[in-house]
């Protein structure tokens, strides 16, 4: 008799593959799509997921291969499955590597050995002979209402791991075995937020509609830095969460360094903490919240860009706050634009999103403007506080003394805040202590090996860093080209170099550094905030780290040490990035009753930027910036994409960029530019060049890409990386 034809079903897994493959299911298993597998792939055996969609009618039954088991987790959603097939097609990356994203490494399926725990037994048996130090942990587990591990009870009993353990061998604890991802406490949703001013109650009502309309819909929260943003979404976040029991929200937050405080914040605010998912947690606090949130137990999630790829069971509200800043750009792996996937999600999905920024992107503005967006206005500071003073310091009147970099004008300004018993802000985007070191006999400049960058001086750590390949070295005392001692003298300034001076000039002062390289980790970056917060910390030289989401209350002076510095080089964005970066650090100062001032050090005063952040007119600003990016096409009057190809080869690379600029298709309303090198040719020992393909608006640049793209057989050893909506044109 014969078998009847086995039911298949299509599995995808987390690798960089084009699409699913067949397998067949066991009727046994009872599969459906969102299940999670592990199937046979070659010689190994791979975890992947049941995908929805038609199987191929023509394979070839005999070359199918089962399905090995089903994995016991919670399904992933077809909204999740949905999303994948999305980025994938429109960053034109496989979509196995876009599932890679949503399932991480896999380990999160298995499931955790239990987390052994002891309370207090009912009874302590007999001839269990106490010690004090015994009645010590005793007394410490009687005050418990949770099962805690020997180390803790231990660490509250003040005594060690063994004593704990003998009392449990002796019957006098009770061993209890649990889950150790503990599910998130649900949020308090009848506590109360702080009271609103009528202009952010007008706008958190604007968005509470569409979540009580259950459409989707996106909102801008155009408020001026310190206008209380976080409160008017913070009541949308609530709203979404009572309207349904199951709903889950998801806070997007563009760094580390503002994720950590708003943990708290949000904990104060609903008296639980969000689960978190930042590259700072370890691998149980990541385990935990994947599972959570796939169980859907987490109800609000606050993370970096990462977190949208989390496995919601029930999303209902995403809310993007800073949503101009670069960070939400994918740099490696996949490359996406994280809120603009992010929109892309509730749009499909048919929920809210919120979109918040003092410094609205250029692209945000527009679509705004053009009713695709609603936004509600928060003009003015919360409480009374007023937009800080603003003031150009032209640097060719009033220069600093030699080998200096703060002007008289600056250093004065200083000296007055000081006086008063208030804190500055020295603020440099530029780390280290020099961004260049060059040998004074041979003019050797210092790069990094197999590399076209230069190695930053760290004189904090006294060495010599590459912040493009993380490559680093002690600071040499020779020359290594040409053998010279004592030759090697830095280029420039960081925030080093200006904390070195700032030391000579106020010597009993304290002045702090914050940037990524002096503060190691979140909990360093915490200890120090706190101090700049309760006023231990007279001067803070900063980077970009310190030019958002936080809150000095004595901060009254921001001096930005070279303001020009973000206006060189050819990316499109860089005048809007410099508006943006700047006036976000200009917003800490002032932000209670004591007035604020900024004072801008600038060689050029008449460049359009820093004019007009002198004046605060943002809005003439963002007009002449959109009336130059509509002349020339770009986004968001056009599309922009990018081709890289690079390769250890010199040869091959060049080849390959020959051979594909001979088969450009034509296109209407298309146009390549290149190929050319990059401006960082070399980069860890390969070769890059790149085309750049610009689009009208109306044009579907993947497309032409792929129709480009499939017919052309390049060497193998050449790597082709394709970028839509570039931000990095190195």
Not at 124 to 132: E, F, K, L, S, Y
Not at 252 to 280: C, G, N, Q
Not at 472 to 487: E, K, L, M, Y
Not at 633 to 639: I, K, L, M, S, V
């Amino acid at each position: 008799m014969e078998q009847p034809a086995p039911r298949l079903v299509r599995v995808l897994v987390p690798l960089p593959l084009a699409g699913p493959y067949t397998y067949a299911a066991p009727d046994e298993l009872g599969l459906a799509a969102g299940d999670y597998v592990t199937v046979p792939l070659g010689p190994r055996h791979v975890r992947g997921v049941v995908w929805p969609g038609e199987v191929d009618g023509a394979i070839d039954l005999k070359k199918i291969k089962p399905v090995l088991e089903r994995l016991d987790a919670p399904r992933l959603s077809v909204e999740v499955m949905n999303f994948v097939d999305w980025v994938s097609a429109y960053t034109l990356f496989p979509q196995g590597a876009v599932l890679r994203m949503v399932m991480r490494s896999g380990a999160q399926l298995d499931p955790p050995r239990p987390q052994t725990g002891y309370l207090a037994a009912a009874a302590i048996p007999a001839g269990v002979r106490m010690t004090p130090q015994r009645e010590k942990v005793l007394e410490a587990v009687r005050g418990l209402n949770f099962p805690a591990t020997p180390a803790e009870i231990a660490r509250r009993a003040g005594v060690s791991d063994g004593v704990v353990r003998a009392l449990a061998d002796a019957g006098a604890l009770e061993k209890i075995e649990s889950d150790p991802d503990a599910p998130f406490d649900p949020p308090n949703l009848g506590r109360r937020g702080k009271t609103l001013s009528p202009e952010q109650a007008d706008a958190a009502a604007t968005i509470r509609r569409h979540i009580e309309r259950r459409e989707y819909a996106c909102t801008l929260i155009d408020g001026v830095t310190g206008s209380g943003k976080t409160e008017v979404y913070l009541e949308a976040a609530a709203a979404a969460l009572k309207q349904d029991p199951g709903a889950q929200v998801l806070v997007m937050l563009p760094e580390i360094a503002l994720t950590l405080p708003f943990l708290k914040r949000l904990e104060e605010r609903f008296a639980a903490a969000p689960a978190p998912w930042h590259s700072d947690l370890g691998q149980a606090g990541r385990r935990r919240t994947w599972r959570r949130v796939a169980d859907g137990s987490a109800r609000l999630v606050v993370g970096a860009r990462s977190a949208l790829f989390l496995p919601f069971s029930n999303l209902k509200l995403i809310i993007v706050d800073e949503e101009h800043d670069p960070a939400y750009k994918q740099q490696d792996g996949v490359l996406y634009q994280a809120r603009d996937m992010a929109i892309l999600r509730a749009a499909h999905g048919g929920f809210p999103i919120v979109l918040a920024s003092a410094t609205p992107s250029l692209e945000t503005a527009v679509n705004a403007q053009g009713g695709r967006y609603e936004t509600v206005q928060l003009p003015s500071r919360f409480g009374g506080a007023t937009m800080p003073d603003i003031r150009l310091i032209d640097m060719r009147e009033t220069p600093p003394a030699k080998q200096e970099w703060l002007s008289p004008v600056l250093i004065g300004a200083v000296n007055e805040t000081l006086a008063r018993g208030e804190q500055a802000m020295l603020f440099l985007n530029r780390r280290g202590y020099a961004p260049l070191t060059i040998c004074r006999k041979c003019g050797e400049r210092m790069t990094a090996p197999d590399s076209d960058t230069w190695l930053v001086e760290h004189r904090f750590s006294n060495r010599l860093v590459c912040h493009h390949t993380g490559y680093s070295i002690p600071r040499p005392d020779t020359c290594p080209h040409c053998g010279a001692h004592d030759s090697l003298a830095p280029c420039g300034p960081g925030v080093e170099r200006i904390a070195e001076e700032a030391a000579r000039l106020w010597p009993d002062r304290e002045i702090a550094i914050f940037s990524s390289d002096t503060v190691i980790n979140p909990a360093a970056g915490q200890e120090l905030l706190g101090r700049m917060r309760e006023g231990m910390i007279d001067i803070l030289v900063a980077t970009q780290v310190a030019a958002k989401g936080h809150h000095f209350p004595n901060l009254t002076l921001v001096g930005v040490v070279d303001a020009d510095l973000g206006l060189v080089g050819g990316d499109l964005r860089a005048g809007e990035r410099t508006w943006q970066l700047l006036s976000q650090v200009i917003g800490r100062a002032g932000r209670e009753e004591k007035p604020g001032r900024a004072l801008l050090q600038s060689y050029q005063p008449d460049h359009p930027v820093i004019a007009g952040l002198a004046s605060g007119d943002r809005d003439a600003f963002m007009e002449a910036e959109r009336d130059g990016r509509e002349m020339l096409g770009f986004p968001p009057f056009g599309r922009l994409a990018a081709l890289i190809l690079s390769g250890e080869n010199e040869g091959h690379v060049n080849s390959a960029a020959r051979m594909l600029a001979a088969q450009v298709p034509h296109g209407q309303g298309i146009e390549v530019w290149g190929p050319a090198p990059a401006p960082l040719y070399r980069l860890r020992g390969s070769y890059r060049i790149r085309f750049l393909i610009k689009a009208a608006r109306d044009v579907s640049i993947q497309n032409f890409l792929r129709a480009w793209l499939t017919d052309v057989k390049i060497h193998s050893s050449v790597r082709r990386t394709v970028d839509i909506d570039p931000y990095s044109f190195m």
